[in-house]
């Protein structure tokens, strides 16, 4: 698994890392990741999303798995408790079990509204596909709709930036 750190304007983070089983052994730093219960393909713990919402996205991301087999979820947080946002995501990624586990191509946007960060972690297999430089252009894309507290064109918008650099064009 690789980490690699770049920052984007507006205090929100980029990072990306792989995502694995959740049978690999958690890392120390997971101890500091809350529990948080799968909730399907958007899991909003911030509850900066309404249902509504919710349901569109499950669907734009349940349509994107169909169409190319890698797996991306959403998931927010009220709070990262001292860990890195990527930290944050590769723990949710791992414990959810995100993507194929022979491909290594699960994929997680994670957004900490409170504390304006975001992260995307991706898996392995797919870091050719969306490489740093390409994941923080996503972040970047979102960063206007967050700043507006849209958070929900914010998600649309890195949804569909993450599937046109992983070669679907919807």
């Known amino acids: 698994m690789r980490f690699a750190a770049l920052a984007a304007p507006l205090a929100i983070l980029f990072i990306a890392g792989g995502c694995q089983k959740a049978s690999a052994p958690e890392s120390p730093i997971c101890v500091r990741v809350p529990e948080i219960a799968v909730e399907g393909r958007v899991t909003d713990a911030a509850n900066i999303l309404s249902e509504e919402v ?6 734009r991301l ?14 927010t947080t009220d709070a990262l408790n001292g860990a890195e946002p990527i930290e944050f995501a590769t723990c949710l ?7 194929d ?9 994670l957004v900490a509204p409170n504390e304006r960060q975001a992260a ?3 898996g392995d297999g797919l870091e050719k596909a ?12 979102m960063i206007p709709s967050f700043q507006k507290n849209d ?18 064009a919807k």
């Open 54 to 59: 919710e349901q569109q996205l499950s669907e």
């Open 62 to 75: 349940a349509a994107y798995q169909r169409r190319t087999t890698h797996q991306l979820v959403v998931a």
């Open 93 to 99: 990624g791992r414990r959810w079990a995100i993507g």
């Open 101 to 109: 586990a022979k491909r290594n191509d699960g994929m997680l946007i």
């Open 120 to 122: 995307v972690a991706v």
């Open 130 to 141: 969306l490489t740093d430089v390409e994941a923080k252009a996503v972040i970047e894309d």
């Open 151 to 168: 958070y929900a064109s914010g998600l649309r918008i890195g949804i569909d930036a993450i599937a046109a650099q992983t070669g679907d």
